[in-house]
Nanobody, 121 residues
Framework: QVQLVESGGGLVQAGGSLKLSCAAS????????MGWSRQAPGKERELVAT???????NYADSVKGRFTISRDNAKNTVYLQMNSLKPEDTDVYYC???????????????WGQGTQVTVSS
């Protein structure tokens, strides 16, 4: 019912930047909160950043001042601008969105397929 397509991951040197995008499509009536998390093999998933439907944002302490989350409601897309990247930011990054589907009265969470971000030292 909802498809999330992530893009923008890749390999970058420490200190560099990447911008991730996640576009949602399908039977969407409206979008609630959107965000990004990351997970390395053998580690728990960490919530990196979230943005509410009103634009309020929250960040993990580890990325504050370096990452910026934003959204384009007209495009059903959430972005994560990552600056001053560090090797410890290497992870698979997953986007998520809370979606109110057409014909439903409650929100459902959907997750993207993940995009690899690798930061070399």
């Amino acid at each position: 019912q909802v498809q999330l397509v992530e893009s923008g991951g890749g390999l970058v040197q420490a200190g560099g930047s990447l911008k991730l995008s996640c576009a949602a499509s399908g039977s969407i009536f409206s979008l609630g909160a959107m965000g990004w998390s990351r997970q390395a093999p053998g580690k728990e998933r960490e919530l990196v950043a979230t943005i509410g439907s009103g634009g309020n944002t929250n960040y993990a302490d580890s990325v504050k001042g370096r990452f910026t989350i934003s959204r384009d409601n007209a495009k059903n897309t959430v972005y994560l601008q990552m600056n001053s990247l560090k090797p410890e930011d290497t992870d698979v990054y997953y986007c998520y969105v809370r979606v109110l589907l057409k014909g439903r009265s409650y929100y459902t969470n959907y997750w993207g397929q993940g995009t690899q971000v690798t930061v070399s030292s």
